[in-house]
């Protein structure tokens, strides 16, 4: 018998069997720790030790560090192919509600969009009490439409799903023009609103596409298709919290000065900011986002990350 082999064997049954420490495995086989470690890591990798993970959802974790390790990011989640694009969205949508439960904190102010990977996120959350959270709007309402996908109604539903408060942003997400924008601004009730929403430990979104059937700000009314067919021959791509960006992130802003909306800069800042996206047709709007360093945790399907992969691969 291989004199190696049994030595691995020997250090994976006390560490995995026997629950003892690395420091402890070391005394009792007489060697130092950190070749405890060289041992252990050789049991997983010749399968003396297999480890089995028992999931809700299936993943790809090789993807998922590669798309971490591609831009830099927090944390990365990429849901395994299979099905349409609802059955995506959904199972996108529990994936993201798995991810904010195993962060979630006490205390703190979770900022939120609209549109439908929220919803479903907010969907998939069972009853989970927390203390002090609050839920608070990042941008205007859509205010036409579907309201369950719309952000007061999730607001409102996250919060009681987290047993907490929750804050609605009383504006449009665009309006006529930036001077109507920057008198709403004024109101106290809406600044105070957004100033807190830009305070928040967890922020997440959704990422718009202008793909025709995909565009939420355009079934809203707040998009035409004229004004469509000119954002995308001028550069953009998509849009985030509303906000129009181009293929590196950077903002378009002839429209951006009419989205009632917190700064980009605090997606930034934020402790978690997760992009949660279902569809590999906003692929092109997501990698913008993630070049323009929006988000540092991205929750995504399969197809979508191979997609953004490639995109980022030929550019």
Same mark, same amino acid.
């Given at each position: 018998?291989?004199?190696?082999?049994?030595?691995?064997?020997?250090?994976?049954?006390?560490?995995?069997?026997?629950?003892?420490?690395?420091?402890?495995?070391?005394?009792?086989?007489?060697?130092?720790?950190?070749?405890?470690?060289?041992?252990? +890591?050789?049991?997983?990798?010749?399968?003396? !030790?297999?480890?089995?993970?028992?999931? &809700?959802?299936?993943?790809?974790?090789?993807? +998922?560090?590669?798309?971490?390790?591609?831009? %830099? &990011?927090?944390?990365? @989640? !990429? @849901? $395994?192919?299979?099905?349409?694009?609802?059955?995506?969205?959904?199972?996108?949508?529990?994936? $993201?509600?798995?991810?904010?439960?195993?962060?979630?904190?006490?205390?703190?102010?979770?900022?939120?969009?609209?549109?439908?990977?929220?919803?479903?996120?907010?969907?998939?959350? %069972?009853?989970?009490?927390?203390?002090?959270?609050?839920?608070? #709007?990042?941008?205007?309402?859509?205010?036409?439409?579907?309201?369950?996908?719309?952000?007061?109604?999730?607001?409102?539903? &996250?919060?009681?799903?987290?047993?907490?408060?929750?804050?609605? @942003?009383?504006?449009? $997400?665009?309006?006529?023009?930036?001077?109507?924008?920057?008198?709403?601004?004024? #109101?106290?009730?809406?600044?105070?609103?957004?100033?807190?929403?830009?305070? +928040?430990?967890?922020?997440?979104?959704?990422?718009?596409?202008?793909?025709?059937?995909?565009?939420?700000?355009?079934?809203?009314?707040?998009?035409?298709?004229? =004004?469509?067919?000119?954002?995308?021959? !001028?550069?953009?791509?998509?849009?985030?919290?509303?906000?129009?960006?181009?293929? %590196?992130? %950077?903002?378009?802003?002839?429209?951006?000065?009419?989205? !009632?909306?917190?700064?980009?800069?605090?997606?930034?800042? +934020?402790?978690?900011?997760?992009?949660?996206?279902?569809?590999?047709?906003? $692929?092109?709007?997501?990698?913008?986002?993630?070049?323009?360093?929006?988000?540092?945790?991205?929750?995504?399907?399969?197809?979508?990350?191979?997609?953004?992969?490639?995109?980022? =691969?030929?550019?």
């Amino acid at each position: 018998m291989d004199p190696r082999y049994s030595q691995v064997v020997r250090a994976a049954e006390l560490y995995y069997d026997r629950n003892l420490g690395q420091q402890e495995i070391a005394k009792i086989l007489g060697i130092s720790r950190p070749t405890v470690s060289r041992l252990l +890591a050789e049991a997983r990798e010749n399968g003396v !030790v297999q480890i089995t993970i028992e999931r &809700l959802i299936e993943k790809n974790a090789e993807l +998922a560090e590669q798309l971490r390790l591609k831009f %830099d &990011l927090r944390d990365a @989640v !990429v @849901v $395994a192919a299979g099905g349409d694009y609802g059955d995506a969205l959904k199972r996108v949508g529990e994936a $993201a509600a798995e991810l904010l439960v195993s962060i979630l904190e006490d205390n703190i102010i979770i900022g939120i969009s609209w549109g439908q990977t929220l919803y479903h996120t907010v969907q998939a959350l %069972d009853d989970t009490p927390m203390n002090g959270i609050e839920v608070i #709007q990042m941008t205007g309402a859509l205010g036409y439409g579907d309201p369950s996908i719309d952000g007061p109604e999730l607001a409102l539903r &996250l919060a009681e799903r987290l047993h907490g408060s929750y804050r609605y @942003v009383n504006a449009p $997400a665009v309006v006529g023009s930036g001077e109507i924008r920057d008198i709403l601004w004024q #109101q106290p009730q809406i600044r105070q609103t957004l100033e807190r929403a830009a305070q +928040a430990k967890i922020m997440m979104m959704g990422i718009g596409s202008l793909a025709d059937n995909l565009s939420s700000l355009q079934r809203a009314g707040y998009l035409t298709e004229e =004004e469509r067919l000119i954002h995308l021959s !001028v550069g953009a791509v998509g849009h985030l919290l509303a906000r129009m960006i181009d293929r %590196d992130g %950077d903002e378009v802003e002839a429209y951006n000065q009419r989205v !009632v909306a917190i700064p980009f800069e605090y997606l930034r800042q +934020a402790k978690w900011s997760i992009g949660i996206s279902a569809s590999s047709l906003k $692929a092109p709007a997501v990698l913008g986002a993630l070049r323009g360093r929006y988000f540092n945790t991205l929750v995504i399907d399969e197809e979508s990350a191979l997609e953004i992969l490639r995109l980022a =691969e030929k550019s």
